[in-house]
């Protein structure tokens, strides 16, 4: 099991942009579904994005035309770029890895990182 860990949070002003990174400890390319998570507070954990190894991409409607996942399997990374940020974006993000690709939905993973504070200012 693949250790997780996030980078790239920050603070900023609305209409920014930011690209999350999250390096796992070993190989992900046999990890069918990579995805980021996020929690706002008082809010549930939301599945924002996936992505499978064969490149097909999922994502929530409300970052839709904003964010954009990649993954990098020859660097055991993956990336959530994020654009025209809202104030709505705000949240811890987390990073996750589903072995078998048939969990996230239901918000399960074999593996988490930390998180990252995201926090987008108006």
């Known amino acids: 099991q693949v250790q997780l860990m996030e980078s790239g949070g920050g603070l900023l002003q609305a209409g920014g942009s930011l690209r999350l990174s999250c390096v796992a400890s070993?190989?992900?390319?046999?990890?069918?579904?990579m995805a980021w998570f996020r929690q706002a507070p008082g809010k549930q954990r939301e599945l924002v994005a996936s992505?499978?190894?064969?490149?097909?991409?999922v994502y929530v409607d409300s970052v839709k035309g904003r964010f954009t996942i990649s993954r990098d399997n020859n660097k055991n990374t993956v990336y959530l770029q994020m654009n025209s940020l809202k104030p709505e974006d705000t949240a811890v993000y987390y990073c996750?890895?589903?072995?078998?690709?048939?969990?996230?939905?239901?918000?399960?993973?074999?593996?988490w990182g930390q998180g990252t504070q995201v926090t987008v200012s108006s």
């Open positions: 992505v499978r190894t064969g490149g097909n991409t």
């Open positions: 996750a890895g589903d072995r078998r690709g048939t969990g996230l939905d239901y918000g399960l993973a074999d593996s």
């Open positions: 070993g190989s992900i390319a046999a990890i069918n579904a």
